[in-house]
C-alpha cells in the first residue's frame, strides 16, 4: 500500500527492511508504518536532528541553484 503523508499530503516513498519496513515521505522526511499494521517507532533525537539539519541544507542549495547545471546532487547532501 502506499500513502500520502500525514504532514504534508506528499507520496510516500516505501522502505522495505523486514520488520522494520516503512514509508518516508520525501518532501518532509516524516516517517510512518501505519499501512503496514505495526507501531511507528519514535526517533531518537539525533536521528530528528540530523533530519533537520539535511532538510536545511537541501533547502539551502535549492535556493541557491541558478540553472539546471547546478542542481543538488545527492553527493551534495552528504554530511561526511
Request: proline share 5%; hydrophobic share 25%.
Amino acid at each position: 500500500m502506499r500513502c500520502s503523508c500525514q504532514n504534508c499530503g506528499t507520496y510516500m516513498v516505501q522502505d522495505e527492511k523486514g520488520l522494520d519496513s516503512r514509508c518516508i515521505c520525501p518532501q518532509c522526511f516524516n516517517t510512518c508504518n501505519a499501512c503496514m499494521g505495526t507501531a511507528q517507532k519514535p526517533e531518537h533525537r539525533e536521528g530528528l536532528e540530523l533530519i533537520a539539519f539535511l532538510r536545511e541544507r537541501y533547502d539551502e542549495r535549492v535556493e541557491s541553484a541558478g540553472e539546471p547545471e547546478e542542481r543538488v546532487t545527492d553527493d551534495d547532501l552528504r554530511p561526511w
